[in-house]
């Protein structure tokens, strides 16, 4: 619940090809969703996307990272922890330019809650610090080599806040799809509803064309009989 988006856009996504480093490989056959998605728990954002139910961008945007602008209507970022690059191309040049600014945007708020994040860690160092002098050689002791719960906490790996994470991903996910299939629906709706409007004005207008010519036509006979009285 922690993970919302923040920023959603349409786009087809491709990935570079890791044996050649240098051509594209479509990720999707058409224009997919692509959101930024901010943790408040963790107070970090990540670029996600899903076609169908898989999941084609799940990239954790850090300060080095740069997106980069190589046409009008494409742009791309390097993500070294999926050990790929990533492009997007857009429908107009202002898609592109709106993404860029985001990433920009995020890219910034990621930078600032790092330096946050290292100041607080400064701080709890230098209170441990300050504690440990006060503190008799046995507690300093315990302190250092840690009790068998703590080790037990740090040394094992974190599979359930993996999986929590996972599972908060999947909902947003799912939600997301579900919102697409949704609006898609609606558009199909108003296309076949626009489509039974148009067919029905063309028959409006072609029975007035009708009926006009029939009165034309009752008008000209009527002015032929009366030229006979």
Same mark, same amino acid.
């Given at each position: 619940?922690?993970?919302?988006?923040?920023?959603?856009?349409?786009?087809?996504?491709?990935?570079?090809?890791?044996? $050649?480093?240098?051509?594209? @490989?479509?990720?999707? *056959?058409?224009?997919?969703?692509?959101? /930024?998605? /901010?943790?408040?728990?963790?107070?970090? /954002? &990540?670029?996600?996307?899903?076609?169908?139910?898989?999941?084609?961008?799940?990239?954790?945007? $850090?300060?080095?990272?740069?997106?980069?602008? $190589?046409?009008?209507?494409?742009?791309?970022?390097?993500?070294? &922890?999926?050990?790929?690059?990533?492009?997007?191309?857009?429908?107009?040049?202002?898609?592109?330019?709106?993404?860029?600014?985001?990433?920009?945007?995020?890219?910034?708020?990621?930078?600032?809650?790092?330096?946050?994040?290292?100041?607080?860690?400064?701080?709890?160092?230098?209170?441990?610090?300050?504690?440990? &002098?006060?503190?008799?050689?046995?507690? &300093?002791?315990?302190?250092?080599?840690?009790?068998?719960?703590?080790?037990?906490?740090?040394?094992?790996?974190?599979?359930?806040?993996?999986?929590?994470?996972?599972?908060?991903?999947?909902?947003?996910?799912?939600?997301?799809?579900?919102? @697409? *299939?949704?609006?898609?629906?609606?558009?199909?709706?108003?296309?076949?509803?626009?489509?039974? !409007?148009?067919?029905? !004005?063309?028959?409006?207008?072609?029975?007035?064309?009708?009926?006009?010519?029939?009165?034309?036509?009752?008008?000209?006979?009527?002015?032929?009989?009366?030229?006979?009285?």
């Amino acid at each position: 619940m922690g993970e919302q988006p923040i920023f959603t856009t349409r786009a087809h996504v491709f990935q570079i090809d890791p044996s $050649t480093k240098k051509n594209w @490989v479509p990720a999707s *056959k058409q224009a997919v969703t692509v959101s /930024y998605f /901010y943790d408040s728990t963790r107070n970090s /954002y &990540r670029i996600i996307s899903v076609d169908g139910t898989k999941v084609i961008i799940n990239s954790t945007i $850090t300060p080095n990272m740069t997106f980069t602008k $190589t046409s009008q209507k494409f742009g791309q970022w390097a993500d070294s &922890r999926a050990n790929t690059v990533f492009g997007l191309g857009f429908g107009s040049e202002q898609h592109l330019s709106k993404f860029a600014d985001k990433f920009q945007e995020v890219k910034e708020a990621a930078r600032l809650a790092r330096e946050r994040s290292q100041e607080k860690m400064e701080t709890s160092s230098n209170h441990s610090q300050e504690s440990g &002098r006060e503190t008799p050689s046995s507690t &300093r002791a315990s302190s250092v080599n840690g009790t068998d719960d703590e080790k037990a906490c740090h040394g094992a790996p974190p599979d359930s806040e993996l999986k929590t994470e996972n599972d908060k991903l999947k909902t947003a996910l799912a939600q997301s799809t579900s919102n @697409v *299939k949704k609006w898609e629906t609606e558009l199909e709706t108003l296309r076949e509803s626009n489509a039974r !409007l148009s067919l029905a !004005l063309q028959e409006s207008i072609a029975s007035v064309e009708h009926w006009k010519k029939q009165f034309l036509a009752c008008k000209d006979e009527n002015d032929q009989l009366r030229n006979k009285v």
